[in-house]
């Protein structure tokens, strides 16, 4: 198994000739299957972008939503069309639905799409306004107190799911590979080499998730547990615990890129 790791492609930024390219780069990887964790395009055109993927790969494709792929709709909005076209297809698997994926037998797959939770850094002070909260219909015209309480509600909807399904695929594998759209600890919240501070981590850090993951994780220290991320566009590794790996995928826009072929 082959798995290619895509994250933060932004599809909508593509040109024809640049997403003719793209196509070209990921059949020639010879991949498996491929793995993208979140910002695939914005709500109008996720699901065209989706089906493009699928039309010309015909392999297997798991995937969470990112925070841009809701920009210009709703969260439920969005996830309601992706759910469907996920469970009418042959080869997409939206892992918010999936449950534990088989990639080989020591080897499953978890996923949910994640959001930053406004717990880590310091939401009170930071003067960043992302653009999140003006363009999905779920923040319109929430003052600063009131966005915190839903940023609380999805980063625990987040970690909810993985308390029901990591112990699940722990179970049943030795080695588990989560994808989520948000770093789910500080120290993976990578940009330009550094580590995002304060201001910025309330927006790019999920903190309810890192917390699931590491209590469960030290229930099971003979296990390992490999986290794959994007969102803040930074590169990095974060061994968290000696079983916890995070590894944060680069990204810039308009030159999507393989970040890593998983063998």
């Known amino acids: 198994m082959r ?59 798991y995937f969470v939503l990112g925070n841009h792929d809701f920009y210009g709709g709703s969260i439920a ?9 996920a469970g009418e297809s042959r080869f997409l698997s939206w892992l918010n639905e999936a449950g534990v994926v088989r990639l080989s ?16 850094g310091d939401y009170e002070h930071s003067s960043v306004e992302m653009t999140d909260y003006y363009v999905i219909e779920d923040f319109d015209r929430l003052d600063k107190a009131r966005r915190l309480k839903k940023l609380h509600q999805l980063g625990d909807e987040t970690a909810t799911h993985l308390r029901q399904w990591l112990p699940r695929a722990l179970a049943a594998y030795p080695h588990v590979i ?13 940009h330009q080499g550094q580590i995002s ?20 994780m030290q229930q099971h220290p003979e296990h390992q547990l ?34 890593q072929i998983l063998e």
């Open 3 to 61: 798995l290619a790791w895509l994250t933060d492609i932004h599809m909508n930024f593509l040109s024809p000739v640049s997403m003719n390219r793209f196509f070209l780069m990921l059949k020639e990887s010879e991949a498996d299957a491929f793995l993208i964790t979140g910002d695939i395009g914005e709500a109008p055109q996720v699901s065209f972008y989706l089906k493009r993927l699928e039309n010309k790969l015909q392999r297997p494709i």
């Open 77 to 85: 909005g969005v996830r309601g069309t992706v759910g469907k076209q």
């Open 105 to 120: 037998d020591t080897l499953g797959l978890i996923g949910h799409d994640g959001w930053a939770d406004g717990r880590c």
């Open 178 to 190: 989560c994808a989520i759209h948000v770093p789910p600890f500080r120290e993976a919240c990578w």
């Open 197 to 216: 501070n304060d201001e910025f981590l309330p927006h790019f850090c999920c903190q309810a998730a890192g917390e699931a993951l590491v209590e469960i």
């Open 226 to 259: 490999t986290v794959l991320c994007g969102h803040t566009h930074g590169e990095g590794t974060a061994q968290i615990l000696p079983n916890l790996r995070v590894l944060t995928g680069g990204a810039d826009y308009g030159t999507p890129h393989i970040q």
